[in-house]
């Protein structure tokens, strides 16, 4: 599975995104999916997650009513809707592939990662 995230830009607080992360391969309906984010000197964090037909998804606290995940296997992609931003959401967000279809949120629960897409929040 090769994972291209998109989306990423520079918004102010308060603002909203949404990132995208299309993935190649027919088997991507089997997989779970997941959003992480890195800042500079920090380590890699969960942001959200979703099974592999949707029906279940998880978030960080930090993100939780502020950020939706959802997919769509038709179109071989997730996203990542992101409302109410603030500055520490700054970060490069990435998105994952795990071999299984339950919600997995944590980073070495993922086989494939994509490149990243950068999200600056200005104040």
């Known amino acids: 599975v090769q994972l291209q995230a998109s989306g990423g830009g520079l918004v102010q607080a308060g603002g909203s995104l949404r990132l995208s992360c299309a993935a190649s391969?027919?088997?991507?309906?089997?997989?779970?999916m997941g959003w992480f984010r890195q800042a500079p000197g920090k380590e890699r964090e969960f942001v959200a997650a979703i099974s592999w037909n949707g029906g279940s998804t998880y978030y960080a606290d930090s993100v939780k009513g502020r950020f939706t995940i959802s997919r769509d296997n038709a179109k071989n992609t997730v996203y990542l809707q992101m409302n109410s931003l603030k500055p520490e959401d700054a970060s490069v967000y990435y998105c994952?592939?795990?071999?299984?279809?339950?919600?997995?949120?944590?980073?070495?629960?993922?086989?494939?990662w994509g490149q990243g897409t950068l999200v600056t929040v200005s104040s």
């Open positions: 994952a592939a795990a071999g299984r279809a339950s919600v997995v949120t944590t980073v070495y629960g993922y086989d494939y």
């Open positions: 391969g027919r088997t991507f309906s089997t997989y779970a």
